[in-house]
Structures are given as structure tokens and as C-alpha cells.
């Protein structure tokens, strides 16, 4: 089956640490979005790519790095200058202009 | 920029009844695409309906459909024959269909609205 994964479900982190979020696809899809999902708010873009090798800042992309160096995985890393990293963190992928798809979510909590 | 509201935070429908949910964006471009999604108690975003902005035909997906008003800046979701298993937080969404490959094309949400059906 087609579809988006991401690992882990739930990932706790401690002061000062960075944490790598996983995100694959195997629907051949070029784009690739990261949003943060923080409760009474809709989804704010982190990052994306629309091709491999290339990726841009979306709207809140302070204190968060990603690469694209296969077409099928975009992973997301929470760095330590993420001042408040607690949050609902979902990956998405599309293909052209038709609508996006999204993963199951990892649910990041720092300790 | 192009913004999206939904005004509702919450609402409730009985089972087997309609509800509406309301969407409104600005934007000053003329051709784009509207989306709404849901995200069940589960979290994961499920497409419920696309609408684009050239054709004057409002999309429609079995219990649902939207009412797309274009000089309004106007879309509502329609749920009719509500089931149990429609509780959800429900996200409008706009997206440009210009400038693909640059930031004009990624999907802007608006806050949710949660909706309850009540047995």
C-alpha cells in the first residue's frame, strides 16, 4: 500500500538535546512538507521540498533543520534553539497541484 | 497574503442530521483550490473534499459537499446524514494555483472547527 510513515509516534526529548523526526513515502511524490500543530491552532508550515536536494523555510522554520537527499524521505531535526519544541509534528507530500497527503504524526513532548 | 477563518471553534449535530461548516478566505488571485480536511480523534489528516476555483460546480463526495461562493470568498462543508464516525476537528484550507515550486503553492490552513455528533 501507498502512504506516508512516520517514526516514532511519541518522542520525548530533554533540555538541550536535538531529535530527528522520520518521515518516508513511497507515493513517488516530489513535494514534501513538515507542519507543527499546536493545540487551538491549524497547521503552520516548518519546511518543505519540492525537489530532492532543495528544500526552503516555511513560515516557522527557526530552530529546525531538514535534508532531501532521496526522493522518497524528508527527515525533521528538533535542535536545542527550538525554544518550545512540544508539539504535534506532521509530514505531508504531494505531486504537482493536487492535494496533499499526510502521515500519522509524532507527537514530541520535551521533558 | 492569503488568510483563511473559520469562525466557528465547535460545533454539534445529532446524528442523521445536516451540519454546516463555514470557511472564508481572502485572497486577491482569481484561480486556486480549496480544500477541507479532517483529523479525527486518531490525528491523521484525511482530504475530504477539493475544490477548484474555475469551475462554478460545487464538488461533492457522497455525504459531503461544499458550497463554494467565489465572490464571497465563501466555502462551507455540508455533512449530511451525520454519523458517529464524522466527530472530528475539520480544517479548511486554500492553496494558489500560481507560482508552483515556490512558497505560493503550500496549503493554508485555517484554525479548525471541532464538531461533535451527539447520538
Known amino acids: 500500500d501507498g502512504g506516508i510513515t512516520q517514526s516514532p509516534k511519541y518522542l520525548f526529548r530533554k533540555e538541550g538535546q536535538n531529535v530527528t523526526l522520520s518521515c518516508e513515502q513511497n507515493l513517488n511524490h516530489d513535494a514534501m512538507y513538515w507542519y507543527r500543530q499546536d493545540p487551538g491552532q491549524g497547521l503552520r508550515l516548518i519546511y518543505y521540498?519540492?525537489?530532492?536536494?532543495?528544500?526552503q523555510k516555511g513560515d516557522i522554520a527557526e530552530g529546525y533543520s531538514v535534508s532531501r537527499e532521496k526522493k522518497e524521505s524528508f527527515p525533521l531535526t528538533v535542535t536545542s534553539a527550538q525554544k518550545n519544541p512540544t508539539a504535534f509534528y506532521l509530514c505531508a507530500s504531494s505531486q504537482g497541484w493536487l492535494e496533499q497527503f499526510f502521515g500519522p504524526g509524532t507527537r514530541l513532548t520535551v521533558l | 497574503a492569503q488568510t483563511v477563518t473559520q469562525s466557528q471553534p465547535e460545533m454539534s449535530v445529532q446524528e442523521a442530521e445536516t451540519v454546516t461548516l463555514s470557511c472564508t478566505y481572502d485572497?486577491?488571485?482569481?484561480?486556486?483550490?480549496l480544500f477541507w480536511y479532517k483529523q479525527p480523534p486518531s490525528r491523521q489528516m484525511i482530504l475530504v473534499i477539493r475544490q477548484e476555483a474555475y469551475k462554478q460546480q460545487n464538488a461533492t463526495e457522497n455525504r459531503f459537499s461544499v458550497n463554494f461562493q467565489k465572490a464571497a470568498k465563501s466555502f462551507s462543508l455540508k455533512i449530511s446524514d451525520s454519523q458517529l464516525g464524522d466527530a472530528a476537528m475539520y480544517f479548511c484550507a486554500y492553496r494558489s494555483a500560481y507560482g508552483y515550486g515556490g512558497s505560493q503553492g503550500n496549503l493554508i490552513f485555517g484554525k479548525g472547527t471541532k464538531l461533535s455528533v451527539k447520538p
Open positions: 521540498s519540492q525537489i530532492v536536494n532543495d528544500f
Open positions: 485572497t486577491s488571485e482569481s484561480d486556486y483550490y
